[in-house]
């Protein structure tokens, strides 16, 4: 568990994207206002991406198209706190998104529950006060080989 401000939690983020392979799934959990789109711009800059970061909470998914590793990259960021029902995510097509290249960030995972493929990592995220309380949790053995690389970078922070 980390204990961050804002400026760290970019920096944690972007230690994530560096070490994140091709088709990795992020759940990321945590109140309303906790840090979720703070952790994604971080992770969507040190990718390269210049233009504004918003939670797509409107429009659900956001798409980004990034370099990884000398090669273009899939990055779909998902917001479903407005999600009424798990079946709107079939009518916008969510298994086109989960196909195994991309790599998706979805924030509020519970609104699509049993749509959803199943977490490579979680990241929870809790406010206290000026700080943030990160934890990131491996899930699937991708999760835990990401982890693996991240552990002795994230000590250093």
Same mark, same amino acid.
């Given at each position: 568990? *980390?204990?961050? #401000?804002?400026?760290?939690?970019?920096?944690?983020?972007?230690?994530?994207? /560096?070490?994140?392979? /091709?088709?990795?799934?992020?759940?990321?959990? !945590?109140?309303?206002?906790? %840090?979720?789109?703070?952790?994604? +711009?971080? *992770?969507? +800059?040190? =990718?390269? &991406?210049? %233009?504004?970061?918003?939670?797509?909470?409107?429009?659900?998914?956001?798409?980004?198209?990034?370099?990884?590793?000398?090669?273009?990259?899939?990055?779909?960021? *998902?917001?479903?706190?407005?999600? &009424?029902?798990?079946?709107? =995510?079939?009518?916008?097509?969510?298994? #086109?998104?989960?196909? %195994?290249?991309?790599?998706?960030? $979805?924030?509020?995972?519970?609104?699509?529950? !049993?749509?959803?493929?199943?977490?490579?990592?979680?990241?929870?995220? /809790?406010?206290? !006060?000026?700080? +943030?309380?990160?934890?990131?949790?491996? $899930? /699937?053995?991708?999760?835990?080989? =990401?982890?693996?690389? =991240?552990?002795?970078?994230?000590?250093?922070?």
């Amino acid at each position: 568990m *980390f204990i961050l #401000d804002e400026v760290m939690m970019e920096k944690v983020a972007a230690i994530v994207a /560096s070490y994140s392979p /091709s088709g990795l799934i992020f759940y990321l959990e !945590g109140d309303l206002g906790a %840090g979720k789109t703070t952790f994604v +711009r971080g *992770f969507l +800059r040190h =990718l390269g &991406c210049q %233009g504004a970061v918003k939670s797509p909470t409107f429009t659900i998914v956001e798409p980004y198209r990034l370099e990884l590793n000398g090669k273009q990259q899939e990055v779909f960021h *998902f917001d479903l706190y407005r999600l &009424c029902d798990p079946e709107e =995510l079939e009518y916008m097509g969510i298994q #086109d998104y989960l196909d %195994g290249e991309a790599i998706n960030l $979805i924030e509020w995972p519970e609104k699509g529950q !049993g749509l959803l493929a199943p977490a490579d990592v979680i990241i929870t995220i /809790s406010y206290q !006060g000026k700080s +943030r309380e990160l934890e990131i949790q491996p $899930i /699937s053995e991708k999760g835990i080989s =990401l982890y693996a690389q =991240l552990k002795p970078a994230l000590e250093q922070i």
